[in-house]
């Protein structure tokens, strides 16, 4: 049974949705409890459906800090009802409200979401469409979710419009794509106008609307390894800034990734790493820290150019910055700043037991100080170097250039914290 089910009805923030049938789709027990409020929160539209409402009322604009206070201070006293699109808690006002005033305090009667209403307009299936939302978001959201799925539905908004969501795909090389746009769902004036990428970029469409990407060829998702340097953004001082692709394959195949993990990429450089983990772990979260802020902008770039959200860049030195940051799975620490026993002493104990903590060195001093501060603890250490030879042209013929070696250490946290005396 719900256990907000016998609560009081002033104990409770009422959520109700409203579907594409406005007021003669709400059943008449909805209807009944939205009149009997003393306070209405909900848009100007959904609040015109009840012109006979009698009591207080207050608008959703882009005020929800207010709406927050509001319902936090009418709670216990007030009965209020909140009118929201759809299914209010599938990226709406539901989910938020939730989240600010917890589970038991906000109940929620949702009619279908007009994300189903619009699949069902145009006559397609939505139950293996990947679901997601450019509404008061970055439009990049939608080349990541187009990148990977071959039907995707996003609600929009007066910025990201189906038309600049079909530029931003056109400006990072989709081709194929038909665009659905179902606009005005349960009004008058409703209609969907279906067209390529290119015919969609040219047109303006009414507000709302909800807009479907359907490819024509299914998109391949390749999980490479060891991308080339050039395919990144970053410094390119001497051999540049960045972790050579050899040694960065070895390095993601050690951290042993699932698809949910949260890893730290410490000491980011162009976030190469971080990019990387992030197209394994799609479903987890990646945290990009690194110090240098003309690196961070090419982390940001790069983030950007692979479509990888699930990235968020850390400007920050370590281990200061990692305070606010969710609890690793797996960390991989390119570059120490000098502190490495000060470091490891603030990394180990947050790495969750059994993850995988990598570490790559350039210099023997700094793999000396890591391999005596494992082994002071007791740990097992997996160490690599890694030699590597490129070939390179010489007049018609070829050589093998040596890169410089790298020493890959790789560790398993016990289950059990190790000794840090």
């Known amino acids: 049974m719900n256990p907000t089910s016998e609560a009081s009805p002033n104990s409770l923030i009422r959520v109700i949705g409203i579907g594409s049938g406005a007021r003669a789709g709400i059943c008449p027990g909805h209807a009944e409890t939205i009149l009997g409020a003393e306070l209405l929160i909900a848009s100007r539209e959904h609040q015109e459906l009840f012109p006979e409402f009698p009591g207080k009322r207050l608008a959703i604009t882009s005020n929800m800090q207010e709406v927050t206070a509001t319902c936090k201070a009418a709670l216990g006293k007030f009965r209020v009802v909140v009118l929201g699109s759809g299914d209010p808690n599938f990226f709406g006002i539901g989910r938020y409200l939730i989240s600010q005033l917890g589970a038991a305090s906000v109940r929620i009667e949702p ?7 619009a699949f069902a307009r145009a006559g397609l ?15 990049e ?8 799925h071959p039907i995707v539905g996003l609600f929009t908004d007066p910025d990201n419009t189906p038309q600049a969501v079909a530029r931003h795909l056109i400006s990072t090389g989709f081709k194929g794509v038909t665009c659905h746009v179902v606009s005005r769902i349960g009004h008058p004036d409703e209609q969907i106008k279906s067209a390529n990428l290119e015919e969609t970029a040219g047109q303006t469409f009414p507000e709302p609307n909800v807009l479907i990407l359907v490819h024509r060829e299914p998109p391949r998702r390749r999980l490479v390894l060891g991308l080339p340097e050039e395919t990144f953004v970053h410094r390119k001082p001497k051999a540049g800034l960045i972790t050579r692709r050899e040694v960065r394959a070895l390095a993601v195949a050690n951290l042993h990734l699932a ?6 990429d410490i000491g980011a450089g162009s976030g190469s790493v971080a990019v990387e983990c992030a197209l394994f772990a799609t479903q987890g979260h990646v945290y990009a820290i690194e110090k240098n802020a003309e690196d961070v902008q090419n982390i940001c770039a790069n983030v950007t150019a692979f479509g990888v959200l699930n990235v968020s860049p850390v400007h920050a030195t370590a281990p200061e910055g990692l305070a606010d940051l969710a609890d690793p799975d797996a960390v991989f620490i390119g570059g120490t700043g000098g502190q490495m026993g000060y470091l490891l002493n603030e990394v180990l104990p947050r790495l969750k037991p059994g993850g995988r903590l990598v570490l790559t060195f350039a210099t023997l001093e700094n793999q000396a100080q890591a391999q005596a501060w494992f082994k ?6 997996e160490i690599t170097q890694i030699q590597v030879s490129r070939g390179v042209p010489i007049l018609d013929l070829t050589r093998l250039e040596a890169q410089n070696p790298v020493t890959l250490m790789a560790i398993t946290r016990p289950q059990v914290d190790p000794n840090t005396a």
């Open 141 to 148: 959201i939608a080349s990541a979710l187009a990148r990977h």
């Open 111 to 117: 009619a279908a979401s007009f994300m189903q209403t």
């Open 259 to 264: 698809e949910d993990s949260v890893v730290w």
């Open 376 to 381: 002071e603890r007791g740990i097992p250490m």
């Open 125 to 139: 299936p939505w139950h293996e469409a990947a679901l997601g939302s450019v509404h008061g978001k970055p439009i």
